[in-house]
């Protein structure tokens, strides 16, 4: 093992490497969720907008905004994004300050974003095969909210935040040691990658 | 010292109470010793044939034979009874209502607005209350992964327009009851004539699709009613004014155009 990897590694578990992917990732949600949520609120006030195929439509008529899954729960899904995201800032940046979040805060977090990331997923498996249009900024949330539950599911096993048994969180803790999330978040989203660039690359490259 | 047997004995024997963090640290930088290395080589197979494969799909994609973009230069040809506006026109020239569509063939909206109103229009116009103003407009060419659906559409129904006159609106409402997925690859040229046929459209002029006569005009009205302050599609007029009700359900459009017809 050579020192410069070594080294690598160690700071991957440090708090300061964790917590910043952790905060950057949460920006970008946040960012794509704005966006998505003001393309909502100005679609909701000009309906004629809303049904209809603008002259400056480029990539799609906006029919990803006004599939029924946009709305799942009666409100633009972007809103879950605002609501939640600054929650995951606050814990990235407080953490980074040197808090100290009690276990079973940790674990409330982790279970509340691992149903956000079931949500992300759906929607993305929605878009891809139900509804069909490319929507690059629920592209974007896919890929920061995989990267958020990443960081938070790393943290909360190498502190033993989830109230796991013993025999489960043993071996995760060895995994982790091992850095084998980082190849199995690696290898996730190269997959997601792929998925995407099968589907669109015609759209992509030309 | 090494020997078998001291190897034995470590093993088997207790080592002195570690930290935690310790451990962590250790079995972090001991990758070489963990038994956890068969899985970092399988993920780094893994790996690099994933990054292999989307770079070979990227490659694939943009070598892939792009049809020829559809010229829109060339002489322009009006059809038959077109307005100057750029208009289709259909029914009888003294009916009380004029009613201007525009509208894209790749546009889902106008997609729903035919499939609700486009009999109740047919049967409007054929009973001479209407006298349908259609523009078939190309602005949607980008949806149709590089196959320019909107345009070829607009032509094939720039061609029935001209020379059979009496089968557009059966042509127009089956393009829309055959409407493809925003972003696909459009209808084929061959699936387009099929549906002029089965709407009673003669092969004769079917077979003239392929010519694309109409494209300077379809682009030219594309341009003109953009130009004249057009949003989008599908805009609805009704003797020049635009109509506001709800274009998605059957109703509000034809009591529209009865109360026009009084």
Redesign the interface.
């Given at each position: 093992m050579s020192a410069p990897l070594g080294a690598l590694r160690r700071l991957r578990h440090a708090n300061a490497w964790i917590f910043g992917t952790m905060l950057f990732s949460a920006c970008l949600s946040l960012i794509a969720s704005l966006v998505l949520s003001i393309d909502a609120v100005r679609l909701a006030e000009n309906p004629r907008l809303a049904l209809s195929c603008n002259i400056n439509t480029v990539i799609n008529c906006g029919t990803v905004a006004l599939s029924w899954q946009a709305q799942l729960f009666g409100f633009p899904n972007a809103f879950l994004g605002l609501m939640a995201e600054p929650v995951v800032i606050t814990i990235a940046v407080a953490s980074l300050g040197g808090t100290r979040f009690p276990r079973w805060f940790m674990c409330a977090a982790q279970v509340v974003y691992t149903l956000g990331v079931i949500f992300a997923y759906w929607l993305f498996y929605q878009s891809f095969f139900n509804i069909g249009a490319l929507c690059p900024w629920c592209l974007l949330i896919t890929v920061s909210t995989t990267l958020v539950f990443a960081t938070l599911t790393h943290v909360n096993i190498r502190d033993d935040n989830l109230y796991l048994p013993r025999r489960v969180q043993a071996p995760l803790a060895r995994w982790i040691a091992a850095d084998l999330d980082v190849i199995v978040v690696t290898i996730w989203l190269l997959a997601l990658i792929l998925a995407v660039v099968t589907r669109y690359g015609d759209r992509l490259v030309s | 010292m090494a020997s078998p047997a001291g190897k034995w004995v470590n093993r088997v024997g207790k080592k002195p109470a570690e930290s935690a963090e310790m451990r962590?640290?250790k079995?972090?930088?001991?990758?070489?010793r963990?038994p956890?290395r068969w899985?970092?080589i399988v993920?780094?197979v893994?790996?690099v044939g994933?990054?292999v494969?989307?770079v070979a799909?990227?490659v694939?994609?943009?070598n892939?034979e792009?049809p020829e973009p559809i010229s829109t230069s060339g002489p322009m040809v009006v059809p038959t009874g077109a307005t100057t506006g750029g208009a289709l026109v259909s029914g009888k020239a003294d009916a009380p209502v004029r009613l201007e569509v525009y509208l894209?063939y790749?546009?889902?909206?106008?997609g729903?607005f035919e499939r609700a109103n486009g009999e109740e229009i047919a049967r409007l116009v054929g009973a001479g209350t209407v006298r349908l103003e259609t523009y078939p407009l190309a602005?949607?060419d980008?949806?149709s992964?590089?196959t320019q659906y909107s345009t070829r559409a607009a032509n094939a129904a720039a061609t029935v327009s001209d020379r059979a006159a009496d089968k557009f609106i059966a042509f127009n409402n089956s393009l829309f009851a055959h409407q493809p997925?925003?972003?696909?690859e459009g209808l084929t040229d061959d699936a387009i004539a099929s549906l002029a046929r089965d709407a009673g459209v003669p092969a004769e002029v079917t077979d003239a699709f392929g010519d694309r006569t109409f494209v300077p005009w379809v682009a030219d009205s594309t341009k003109k009613a953009?130009a004249g302050g057009?949003?989008?599609?599908?805009?609805v007029k009704i003797d020049g004014v635009q109509f506001?009700g709800d274009?998605?359900k059957a109703g509000p459009l034809t009591e529209a155009i009865n109360q026009a017809a009084k």
């Open positions: - | 962590k640290g079995a972090a930088i001991a990758g070489a963990s956890a899985p970092l993920g780094g893994v790996i994933l990054l494969a989307i799909t990227l694939v994609s943009a892939k792009k894209d790749m546009c889902p909206y106008c729903q602005f949607l980008e949806a992964s590089g997925a925003e972003g696909g953009f057009l949003q989008g599609t599908p805009t506001t274009l998605y």
